[in-house]
């Protein structure tokens, strides 16, 4: 049996999840768009920012991989 406690955290997740992902898909994708134009020679960025542009595209990758992970387990309990 679940409690109202125990349902309100899963909504609580679940909401979190759809609130992160959205952002996370916007990052990755501007990213990648600047990726790109680097990449084709339409930007010349310091070797620092390229750096910098990839910890970004790692990190938001790993929240991706977290909402995907916590929204299928949360699936899962339904």
């Given at each position: 049996?679940?409690?109202?406690?125990?349902?309100?955290?899963?909504?609580?997740l679940?909401v979190l999840m759809?609130?992160?992902?959205?952002?996370?898909?916007?990052?990755?994708?501007?990213?990648?768009?600047?990726?790109?134009?680097?990449e084709?020679?339409?930007?010349?960025?310091?070797?620092?920012?390229?750096d910098?542009?990839?910890?970004?595209?790692?990190?938001?990758?790993?929240?991706?991989?977290?909402?995907?992970?916590?929204?299928?387990?949360?699936?899962?309990?339904?």
């Amino acid at each position: 049996m679940t409690t109202m406690n125990e349902f309100n955290n899963r909504e609580a997740l679940h909401v979190l999840m759809h609130d992160l992902r959205a952002p996370t898909a916007l990052i990755l994708g501007y990213i990648g768009m600047i990726q790109a134009d680097i990449e084709m020679g339409a930007a010349d960025v310091p070797a620092e920012w390229k750096d910098y542009l990839d910890s970004v595209a790692r990190a938001a990758e790993r929240i991706k991989t977290l909402t995907d992970t916590f929204s299928e387990s949360l699936k899962g309990e339904a």
